[in-house]
């Protein structure tokens, strides 16, 4: 064996691992389609890949797929936006005093023990059924993840760059945007990436509650009118969203904190 | 040296509140350190040496006494602390501008001058490099460099060679001395390392076991600049002698 094979076997296997998750892919597609035409099923209960595909086509040619994609986003987003700011500026006063922590904590635990799930009809019947109150859920959702994550992330600066600053006279402003922010960003933004996955989960709880538009929304019809191919297909569009945001999270990561290395 | 002292150490006492009456750690601190005076704080680990250069650092409040500068209310530090205390988000040559930056100097000044600085601690070439990509004597030698960039009223070091290997540290004695005399700053060095001591400093304070009080202020008279050779001679031998004895 030379030293040019030696060096080329990690790649190759590299190169599979990649064809690898595709081909898991493809296998998954063809147990399905195999179910679907072997199982006996009728398709309101398994509807085939194909059945699903057209009934993606006719949803977005139609413009509904569009429509209430649309609208789940941008609750999702402006839910994860809300949240996540009034997380940030909270955690931030929480890591900062001890005395806030004291008072707010019992909140904070207890807003965590109240499945979300449950109190959403409460936030429908106070909000109504339009995006208000799917927005206020993906805030809620969003909200205690990104918490933590900003608590941590601002406790855990070192003190000794904390001593550094102050040697040098700089103001509270400065320990702010030069130090505390650029050293909780790591931290913080994992918290944001699972803020953005929930995020998507909240609005779809919400809509499925009580809503006249959005992809839980859609999934209600389908199922109301044994139109099982759409509620795919909502499904499916709920799945590329989530991975969309969390993505676009991640990027981020990647960009700000080139300074981690790979 | 008949100018006036640049700094003036008077009556300094620290106390920690602790369950027990307080921790006593420095008691009636006093002395002057005259501008361009490279002077070294020795003692026994625990005499509360760290304590008097955060006091000095504006760090932490005296609980008496008191430490004026010549220069007003407000002088600028540079400090160097015992690991080198980089950001790691910034890069060699932003690490270096920090100090610029907080007191309002425009990025392209700041990096003018940060060049200059590079050059003169031997890192020319990783202006751009991420400090996880510097060695240990590296890193201390950018955070010797951002110690002086703003031009300081006082140099303040805190054993800053003690994490390094010993022929690193040894290079880096060297390199500060060669640096110390190009810059001709007031430097206040903590150490526990009596060759450390006598390898740069003018003078040297000896504290004793806490409380810490001035117990020895020697005058190292060596010819500079001083080399490896000598440490062989008499006179380094007596001085470390008497640095021994005073520190028990």
Redesign the interface.
């Known amino acids: 064996m030379d030293i040019n094979s030696v060096k080329k076997l990690p790649r190759a296997i590299q190169e599979s691992r990649r064809w690898l998750g595709l081909a898991s892919l493809l296998l998954g597609l063809a147990a399905w389609w195999a179910a679907a035409r072997f199982g006996g099923l009728p398709s309101f209960i398994l509807p085939s890949p194909w059945q699903v595909w057209t009934r993606f086509l006719r949803a977005l040619s139609d413009g509904s797929l569009l429509v209430h994609s649309g609208v789940t986003l941008l609750e999702v987003v402006l839910g994860l936006l809300g949240g996540a700011l009034f997380a940030t500026v909270t955690g931030y006063l929480v890591a900062k005093s001890r005395t806030l922590e004291r008072v707010l904590s019992p909140y904070l635990v207890a807003s965590q023990a109240v499945p979300l799930v449950a109190i959403a009809p409460l936030l429908v019947i106070w909000f109504g059924p339009g995006m208000a109150s799917k927005v206020l859920i993906c805030a809620l959702i969003v909200f205690f993840p990104v918490l933590v994550n900003t608590v941590v992330g601002v406790r855990a600066v070192p003190a000794a760059l904390h001593d550094l600053m102050r040697s040098l006279r700089a103001t509270r402003m400065q320990i702010l945007l030069k130090l505390e922010i650029p050293a909780a960003l790591p931290v913080f933004l994992g918290g944001l990436r699972i803020g953005a996955t929930l995020s998507v989960i909240g609005a779809v709880v919400g809509e499925l509650v009580g809503a006249d538009m959005g992809l839980g929304f859609l999934v209600n019809v389908g199922r109301g009118q044994y139109d099982t191919a759409l509620v795919f297909v909502a499904v499916f569009t709920l799945i590329v969203l989530a991975l969309v945001l969390y993505g676009l999270v991640a990027w981020a990561e990647r960009r700000l904190l080139k300074w981690q290395g790979t | 040296m008949t100018k006036t002292p640049i700094l003036t150490v008077s009556n300094l006492t620290a106390i920690f509140p602790d369950n027990n009456g307080g921790l006593h750690a420095l008691d009636r601190i006093a002395f002057e350190v005259h501008p361009r005076e490279f002077v070294c704080v020795l003692g026994p680990s625990g005499s509360g040496k760290s304590t008097l250069l ?1 006091i000095l ?3 932490l409040p005296p609980t008496a006494g008191q430490c004026a500068f010549s220069g007003g209310e ?1 002088p600028r ?1 540079g ?1 160097v ?1 015992q ?1 080198a ?1 980089l ?5 060699v040559i932003e690490n270096l501008t ?2 610029l ?2 007191a309002g100097m425009e990025t392209d000044a700041a990096r003018v001058k940060a060049r200059e600085l590079i050059e003169l601690v031997g890192l020319g070439g990783f202006e751009e490099n ?1 400090p ?1 990509d510097l060695s240990g004597g590296m890193a201390q030698r950018v955070a010797i460099a951002r110690a002086l960039i ?1 031009d300081p009223d006082l140099l ?1 070091l805190d054993e800053p060679f003690g994490s390094l290997d010993a022929l690193t540290r040894e290079r880096m004695w060297t390199e500060l001395s060669r640096i110390w005399q190009r810059r001709q700053k007031t430097v206040l060095m903590v150490t526990h390392s009596i060759s450390e001591a006598l390898f740069l400093a003018d003078r040297v304070l000896v504290l004793t076991q806490r409380p810490g009080r001035v117990k020895l202020d020697l005058a190292v008279d060596l010819p500079r600049p001083r080399n490896d050779e000598m440490r062989y001679t008499p006179e380094f031998g007596q001085l470390a002698r008497r640095l021994k004895e005073a520190i028990g």
Do not use: D, K, T, V
């Open positions: 955060r650092a504006g760090l407000n530090i400090m602390f690991q205390n950001m790691p988000w910034r890069s920090l100090p930056e907080l991420w996880r703003h303040l």
